[in-house]
């Protein structure tokens, strides 16, 4: 790609919805840095995921940050609580892990200062997801303010700006945005609660959300599941 071309610090976890808006991101002509953190989650295997997401995207620098907030725990994912089975409610469910994306969106903040970027992209989705209050256009607004009031750069005029492409998609959308980007979807790991085998277990939200998304576009989901969702 070529040199000049802007640069973006994109998040990714390892998951559908940051790959698709990472592989976005670089259809529309950004170079990208990549960052994930390896916050000692119970779904370890997307940091795997991850890598393999980056060096596919051809990210020019993939960092793996450790933040382990299994010291904080309040979360399923990041402490002695088991991940609910039973379906996605109306409630913020215990999946939720508390101030995640203010803590990533900071970190990756930090690296685009210090890298020269000017851009940010998160794959939060506010349609079909799990009822996060991280994950909403409002949050994502009010950040992008307080990042012009706390940086070097913003205070100097440069304004950051954070790219959220699939904020308004159902997953079904995000599901046919990437395979018009020719993704291989299958690289992607949504599970929190990984089955043996490297299976996804098939009855977390966020499995039932992914098989969703594929079921309501009829494309072939990849996906390996160790019970039916």
Known sequence: MDNSAPLAVALISGGLDSMVAAAAMRADGYRLLALSIDYNQRHQIELAAARRIAHLLGAERHVVLPLDLRAFGGSALTA????????????????????????????????????????MVIGVNALDYSG???????FVAAFEEMAALATKAGVEGNAFRIHAPLQLMTKADIVREGTRLGLDLG????????????????????CRLRAKGFEETGIADPTRYAAAT
């Open 132 to 138: 996060y209050p991280d994950c909403r256009p409002e």
């Open 187 to 206: 690289m992607s790991w949504s599970c929190y609660d990984p089955a043996p085998g490297g299976l996804h277990c098939g009855l977390c939200d966020s």
């Open 80 to 119: 002695d609580i088991d991940v609910p089975k039973a379906g996605v409610g109306d409630d913020i469910p215990v999946t939720y892990v508390p101030a995640r994306n203010t803590i990533f969106l900071s970190l990756s903040l930090g690296w685009a200062e210090a890298a020269g970027a000017r851009d």
